[in-house]
C-alpha cells in the first residue's frame, strides 16, 4: 500500500504578491535615544536607498509563508532518502546543538592564537582523529567540499612533480567516477585518460599497466567504487601506479563504508578526500556549507594549503609559513561548524560507534539488494558494500524507463534514489539507504519498489504519467531549472472520464 494518501496541498500567491505598502512583520516601541538615519552612520555609497520590488507582508503572512514551503519540501527528517553515492549519511541532532554553542559559532575567525587555543584545539583533535581514520600521516582541513578537496590533492600532485623537475601530463580517471573527478583533473592542468572497468565492476588493472606512463601524475580512484563494488585489486592497482612514479588519488566522499575496518593509507592510497557533510553528519543539501578534508601521506605533506594548526609545546597554533604550500584554498582556516559537528560525531560515537556504522550501512543495503534483486535487474554481481545499482532492463520490456519507476516513487511516498548515475550503468538505479535507516523503514521502501516493478507489468500507465498526486507533475526537469514557473496555476480540467 502505498503511504501517500491525501496530499496535503495549500496554494498561495508569491510573497511579492503579499506585499502592501507599509505593510510590516513588527513593531518596535518608540526610541528612547536620539534618531539617526543610517546615512548618517554608514558611508553613503554604502547605502541602498530602495530594493525594487521587495515585499513588504505581516508577521503571519511571513511566518505562514515559510511554514508552507517547508511542508512542501522533502528533507531528511520527514523521510528516507535512497539517493546513492552523495546522500547525507546519519545526522544526529546533538551536533547541531553543539555547532551552535556561542562559545563555538560566536568566535571571530581574526581573534587572537592565544584566545582561541580552544578552536584550534578542537581542529587539531579532528585532524588528529581524520589521519587515524585514514590511515595517513598530515590532513588539512581547508577545502570547502569533495570536489574542491580533490582540487586541493591535485594541485598537490602537481607541485610534487613539478618539484622533481616534470609536471607530467595526465590523470587516470576510472569510468565508474564521481563527475567531479575528471572536473577536477582538468581544472588542475591535467588530460584525463579514462580506464575502463571490467565485468566484475572493478578497475581493469591490465588497462591500467596499458595506459600507466611515466607521463601519468596520478591515478583517482573511489574505494568502494561509485557502484559500491570495492576495489579487490586495489594492491596490484597500487604496485602498477607507483611503480611509475604516480601517486593514487583515492576520492572518498563515501567512507562510510569503510570506516573503522579498513584505512586507505594500508591499501597504498597516497592522498584523499573525505566530506565530512556526507560521512561526518553536517547536513547538506540546497548548497549549504561543506567541507572536504584533504588527508595525505608524508610525501605529499609540506604541498598542503597553508594555514596548518600545529602543536606547539603547551599549545597551539597556525603554520602560516608557506614552504612549499600549494598556499591557502579557502578562506580563514575552512568551514569551522563542520570541524565542530564532525568532532562531536566521531567522540559521541566512539570507536565501536564508528565500526557500527560501517556495518549497518552495508547491511541495509545488502538488505535492499537481497529482497529486490528478483524485480529489478542487478547492473553487477560482484558483492557490494555501502550501495547497490540495479537497472532499468526487466522493466525496459514494458517500454518502462528508470525515469518512469523514479517518478512513480514518488507518489509512494519516497525521494527517488540516483538514476542514470553511474554512466557505465544503462538506466541505472543507485540506491544508498544509509547507516540511518531502520528495517521498518527499508520495508516500506523495498514494499513501493516491489508494488512498481509489479506496476509496470499490470498497469504502466500508472508509471508513464507519473507523478500526477502531486503538487508538480512531470515537468521539462531542463527547462524547469532554468526558466522557473514559480506561480501555481490550477492544473487544466480533466477531461470526461468515458468510462462512466
Ligand atoms: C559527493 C561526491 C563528490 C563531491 O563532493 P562535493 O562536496 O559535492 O563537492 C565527489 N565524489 C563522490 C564519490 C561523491 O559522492
Not at 71 to 96: A, F, Q, R, V
Not at 389 to 400: E, G, H, P, R, T
Not at 461 to 484: C, G, S, Y
Request: charged letters at 20%.
Amino acid at each position: 500500500m502505498s503511504r501517500t494518501t491525501t496530499v496535503f496541498n495549500i496554494n498561495e500567491e508569491l510573497i511579492f504578491e503579499k506585499s502592501a505598502s507599509g505593510k510590516m512583520a513588527y513593531s518596535l516601541p518608540p526610541l528612547d535615544v536620539e534618531d539617526d538615519t543610517i546615512e548618517a552612520l554608514l558611508e553613503p555609497s554604502l547605502v541602498r536607498g530602495e530594493i525594487e520590488g521587495f515585499p513588504e507582508v505581516s508577521e503571519l503572512d511571513l511566518i505562514r509563508h515559510y511554514v508552507r514551503l517547508s511542508t512542501w519540501n522533502y528533507h531528511i527528517d520527514l523521510g528516507m532518502y535512497p539517493l546513492g553515492s552523495c546522500t547525507m549519511k546519519y545526522n544526529p541532532k546533538l551536533n547541531e546543538k553543539v555547532a551552535r554553542l556561542g562559545d563555538l559559532s560566536g568566535v571571530h575567525p581574526l581573534q587572537e592564537e592565544t584566545l582561541s587555543q580552544g578552536n584550534l584545539e578542537l581542529m587539531f583533535q579532528l585532524q588528529v582523529f581524520l589521519q587515524e581514520l585514514t590511515g595517513m600521516d598530515a590532513v588539512s582541513l581547508q577545502p570547502a567540499a569533495g570536489a574542491q578537496g580533490e582540487l586541493t590533492g591535485l594541485l598537490m600532485i602537481r607541485a610534487y612533480h613539478v618539484h622533481q623537475g616534470k609536471p607530467r601530463k595526465y590523470v587516470l580517471i576510472a569510468d565508474s567516477a564521481h563527475g567531479t573527478n575528471p572536473a577536477s583533473a582538468t581544472l588542475a592542468g591535467y588530460d584525463v585518460i579514462s580506464i575502463p572497468s571490467n565485468p566484475g565492476g572493478t578497475i581493469d588493472t591490465s588497462l591500467l599497466a596499458e595506459r600507466m606512463s611515466e607521463d601519468v601524475a596520478c591515478l583517482m580512484l573511489t574505494n568502494p567504487n561509485t557502484l559500491g563494488i570495492f576495489e579487490v585489486e586495489i594492491e596490484k592497482v597500487a604496485e602498477i601506479v607507483h611503480g611509475r612514479g604516480g601517486f593514487i588519488y583515492m576520492d572518498g566522499a563515501n567512507f562510510n563504508a569503510l570506516m573503522g575496518y579498513a584505512r586507505p593509507g594500508d591499501m597504498g592510497i597516497d592522498v584523499l578526500h573525505l566530506n565530512l557533510h556526507k560521512t561526518f553528519s553536517t547536513p547538506h543539501g540546497g548548497g549549504g556549507p561543506g567541507s572536504g578534508p584533504v588527508a595525505c601521506r608524508q610525501i605529499l605533506a609540506p604541498y598542503l594549503p597553508v594555514p596548518r594548526v600545529v602543536r606547539t609545546g603547551a599549545g597551539y597554533s597556525l603554520e602560516e609559513s608557506p614552504g612549499s604550500s600549494i598556499g591557502r584554498v579557502h578562506g580563514f582556516y575552512g568551514n569551522f561548524g563542520m570541524f565542530v559537528r564532525a568532532l562531536c560525531y566521531i567522540l559521541s560515537c566512539g570507536r565501536t560507534g564508528l565500526r557500527e556504522i560501517s556495518e549497518t550501512a552495508v547491511l541495509n543495503s545488502n538488505y535492499i539488494r537481497a529482497r529486490l534483486k528478483n524485480h529489478y535487474a542487478l547492473a553487477y554481481h560482484s558483492p557490494s558494500l555501502h550501495e547497490v545499482v540495479f537497472s532499468d532492463k526487466k522493466q525496459a520490456s514494458n517500454q518502462i524507463r528508470t525515469l518512469d519507476i523514479a517518478k512513480r516513487l514518488i507518489e509512494h511516498g519516497f525521494h527517488p534514489p540516483t538514476i542514470y548515475f553511474p554512466l557505465i550503468v544503462r538506466g541505472a538505479l543507485m540506491i544508498e539507504p544509509t547507516e540511518s535507516e531502520g528495517k521498518a523503514e527499508l520495508d516500506s521502501f523495498i514494499d513501493a519498489m516491489i508494488a512498481i516493478a509489479r506496476e509496470a507489468r499490470e498497469s504502466p500507465e500508472l508509471l508513464i504519467n507519473a507523478p500526477i498526486t502531486t503538487k508538480r507533475t512531470r515537468v521539462d526537469e531542463t527547462r524547469a531549472a532554468r526558466q522557473p514557473i514559480l506561480r501555481w496555476s490550477p492544473p487544466a480540467e480533466a477531461p470526461p472520464d468515458e468510462s462512466t
